[in-house]
């Protein structure tokens, strides 16, 4: 059974920074990705990486957010830099046991999700 938890979330001015973190325990983790809901929007990728290190973001990332992970920890990280109201939501984050070549996957793909994590950015 994998078990997936995020943390890390909270609130921040506009132009602040967090970093979210995520633990998969017990199994070997594969692909990792986070991925968040805003307010009026269905959920959608924020970024990924393989278990090789290869990532993708979402264009409305803009070279803001860094996704890295740490596989000895089966932990993968967000660095979210230069944040915006709009980046308000909840973020989750999904993780699979299997492996890809190419980092962005269906969400469907992914068996493992956290609870979630709130981002709230004040303008």
């Known amino acids: 059974q994998v078990h997936v938890a995020e943390s890390g979330g909270g609130l921040v001015q506009e132009g602040g920074s967090l970093r979210l973190s995520c633990v998969a325990t017990g199994r070997s983790i594969g692909h990792m990705a986070w991925y968040r809901q805003v307010p009026g929007k269905q959920r959608e990728l924020v970024a990924a990486?393989?278990?090789?290190?290869?990532?993708d973001y979402s264009d409305f990332v803009a070279d803001r957010f860094t996704i890295s992970r740490d596989n000895a920890k089966n932990t993968a990280y967000l660095q979210m830099d230069n944040l915006k109201p709009e980046d308000t939501g909840v973020y989750y984050c999904a993780a699979t046991l299997r492996r890809y070549t190419s980092p962005r996957l269906a969400s469907s793909l992914y068996p493992y999700w956290g609870q979630g994590t709130q981002v709230t950015v004040s303008s």
């Open positions: 990486i393989t278990s090789g290190g290869l990532t």
